[in-house]
């Protein structure tokens, strides 16, 4: 009887002894996984303990070492990080949905006004609002006019934001509600006229004279916006977010949700340049926790391409006497530069023409005198001065792009500026040559919000049709790793964030996305049929097929 006790002591002492296995939280098995390590190495299997990744290896190892209470058999699945989005308009994006019509891929007025009819018979509300519609997608490029809108909501005021958020379309009504008459003027922007009236289009600095008086979204339909925007960007893979310009408000309800454990996309918040922003965040140093990053200032050297806005350092080729719009003066750029180095913050400006790039370049070359990791940004970067390129290496300024811009305006952009011109546009081979990495975003709203179709334009340089055969200067193409890497790891170190997420490594936020394709090996036709099955965010899964 005692050595029955004895063993039935010793048996359990014995097997836990030789199931010495450590303890985990989740193990991925039986994958392919990119790890974008800087060997741009593969494994099999890692394993995730309170929210990060602490070892990969092959399948049989991992298993071998760990036990976790979830095991997941990717069944050779392809896992990459989860996808960054280094710029975009995320809070933008989630008022629209709450707001806005969307206008996205409308192919004349007319088609516009059937939508805005159907949104307003469904959403009502003091004003009519709508998002992203794009005259050089209709068959007469040209600005619209507010007769069409008057017609329609002759006692409703109507605003309409163009695709690139750079110029807006409005009716009698909301002129008439804002002031705006032939003789309103305003710097950084411009009223377009026509026999001497208001046509009811607005650029740029302009469109600030109208959106004062928009209706302000609810807080608790603002809430409702994020959750459901980051459900939209869980689906496509992302699991962290560059917000172009947020205020103060915002920043802190997004800070509140994530603390609450709502808001689970990782967020780097770019300020407004607003006073309010300057008090709270930026002379008190740099705010971040594990989803949220606050140390950059968002401002505008100019317009954008499309609407004509962009500062060209000589006329446009379709404009004569037009060089586009400076937003601000050169002042102004100094004394937040100024502000920002003095206080270790990042300033991240929109540059879209040579004029624009030109002017950024040098004014961040007054504070930043030679190589350095202040991590200094210029948005866009989109056409660069051949004698200009260099100053990205000279300065260590980041050119932060965004492929599908180059592919929405590759059918008109040498129209724009001409066939000299065009060669230093959309430039990313040359661009990132200078630091030797690059970051890569979608601009979304303003473009789509899915991450592969980045991928998708940054490698073939066509539309999703395959127009033109064989890419649009295709020598500017980004390679396949490259364009990973520009998505997630260079994503990351653009936010100094490198050694926190971007990488399928220890030590890092197991932060992953797993796809149904091999993006290293797949067709232009297989990138865009690409499925995400699932999308993970802390070693949590936040989206599933």
Known sequence: MKNALIVFVLIPLIMNFLDQKEKADLIVSNARIYTLDEDFSSAESF?????????????????????????????????YPGFNDA?????????????????????????????LQIHHQKFGGEWVLGRSWDQNDWAKQEFPTKEGLDKLFPDTPVYLIRVDGHAGWCNSKALEIAGITAKTKIEGGEIILKNGEPTGILIDNAESLLVKYLPEISSEQQKKG????????????????????????????????QQAGKLKMRINAMLNPSGENFEYFVKKGRYKTDRLLVNTIKVYADGALGSRGALLLAEYSDDPGNKGLQISTQEYYDEVCKLAYNNNFVVATHAIGD??????????????????DRRWRIEHSQIIHPDDFEKFGKYSIIPSIQATHCTSDMPWAEKRIGEERIKGAYAYQTLLKQLGWIPNGTDFPVENIYPLYTFYASVFRTDHS??????????????????????????????????EKGCLTPGMWADFVILDTDLMTATPEEV??????????????????
Not at 229 to 253: H, R
Not at 355 to 372: E, H, Q
Request: proline residues 1%; aromatic residues 10%.
């Open 226 to 257: 994020l959750l459901e925007a980051q459900k939209n960007c869980f689906a496509a893979g992302l699991t962290s977010v560059t917000d172009c310009g947020v205020s103060k408000n915002t920043i802190l309800m997004m800070d509140e949700m």
């Open 528 to 545: 865009l049929a690409a499925k995400i099955l699932s999308t993970w965010s802390a070693g949590e899964k936040v989206f599933e097929l």
């Open 355 to 372: 004029g624009g790039n030109r002017l950024m370049l040098n004014t961040y070359a007054k504070f930043l005198k030679g190589k350095n």
């Open 87 to 115: 710029h975009c308009h995320f809070n933008g994006y989630a008022v629209n949905l709450m707001q806005y019509a969307d206008l996205r891929g409308t192919t004349s007025p007319e088609e516009i006004y059937k939508r």
């Open 466 to 499: 395959g127009w033109p055969e064989g890419g649009w200067q295709k020598e500017e193409g980004l390679t396949r790793e490259q364009t990973l890497r520009s998505m997630t790891s260079w994503a990351a170190k653009s936010s100094f964030e490198e050694n």
């Open 47 to 79: 394993v995730v303990k309170n929210g990060k990744i602490i070892a990969t290896g092959t399948s049989s190892d991992i298993l071998q070492k760990y036990k976790a209470k979830k095991t997941i058999d990717a069944k050779q699945q392809f896992v």
